[in-house]
């Protein structure tokens, strides 16, 4: 498949998205809900302003500033998220649900594990948030074959249910993948067909190097990233020039600047050409 093309993103073009997303939303845009709106990414943005309060400034927008006073206010967005989709929020939660942005979180709590502790420290008496003490008290953090619940209790870890996806007609595998793991195995299976070499499979970003023949017949060296869902990769906050190619389950994500791989439809294209 060939490298998809993306015209020029002006100055201007960013300044007009992030206004009128503002206007939208009736507030300053998070990263992830306009490089999502936009199909822009952050080297695009990097390019013209430098960072991203710059970006915001040049719309006329609020720079998102996170002091420590405003932990609080971080903190009950969320709680209003987590009671919103019924559990301790995932990182895909937060563009439909909450009004910061992720990295917004991350940065003021270290990471996006630690919030379930840093509310449950602040909040856990407070009659207001006892439906999302409840939610933190039955999640626990997963370690060792037990739960460590955030007040520091342990319990055994049951043994979590295994789910499968929409049955393939490949020996390889007899399911469809539901998570990333099923994503990395079934490119290794495939990898040969599709055409890449696979160097090396680390546990930071980008997920994999590789070496891919392309229509011009040249080989190239590749960087990848696995997502069970393209839209994932800006989710997950990745910088795009650090990356190549992303190989995922399903492409949902429009104007993607990335060349992806769509594997539920190369094994169409499999199934099709061995019939």
């Not at 709680?79 to 649900?97: E, F, I, N």
Request: net charge positive.
């Amino acid at each position: 498949m060939a490298r998809r093309i993306c015209s020029p993103v002006t100055r201007k073009q960013i300044i007009d998205g992030l206004a009128s997303l503002g206007a939208e939303l009736g507030r300053t845009p998070s990263k992830v809900e306009y490089y999502a709106k936009s199909g822009s990414n952050e080297r695009r943005l990097k390019k013209h302003f430098g960072t991203w309060n710059e970006a915001l400034r040049a719309a006329d927008l609020r720079p998102n500033v996170v002091k420590p006073e405003n932990a609080g206010e971080l903190l009950d967005d969320w709680g209003k998220v987590a009671r919103a989709v019924g559990r301790c929020p995932k990182l895909s939660d937060y563009p439909t649900h909450g009004t910061f942005g992720v990295s917004t979180l991350r940065r003021a709590f270290k990471s996006w594990r630690g919030l379930p502790r840093a509310f449950y420290a602040r909040s856990a008496e407070d009659e207001r948030w006892k439906d999302v003490i409840k939610i933190i008290r039955g999640s626990g953090e997963r370690r060792g074959g037990q739960v460590i619940a955030p007040d520091g209790a342990i319990s055994p870890l049951a043994t979590p249910g295994i789910t499968y996806g929409e049955p393939l007609d490949f020996g390889f595998l007899r399911n469809a993948p539901v998570n990333e793991a099923g994503v990395v195995y079934l490119f290794g299976c495939l990898a040969a067909r599709l055409g890449y070499i696979v160097e090396a499979i680390q546990t930071f970003f980008p997920d994999c190097e590789a070496k891919r023949r392309d229509p011009d017949g040249r080989i190239r060296r590749v960087r990848i990233e696995f997502e069970f869902e393209s839209r994932n990769f800006l989710l997950h906050g990745h910088d795009a020039a650090g990356c190549d190619v992303i190989v995922c389950w399903r492409d949902n994500w429009e104007g993607c600047p990335l060349h992806v791989v769509d594997l539920s439809v190369e094994l169409q294209k499999l199934k099709q050409a061995a019939a």
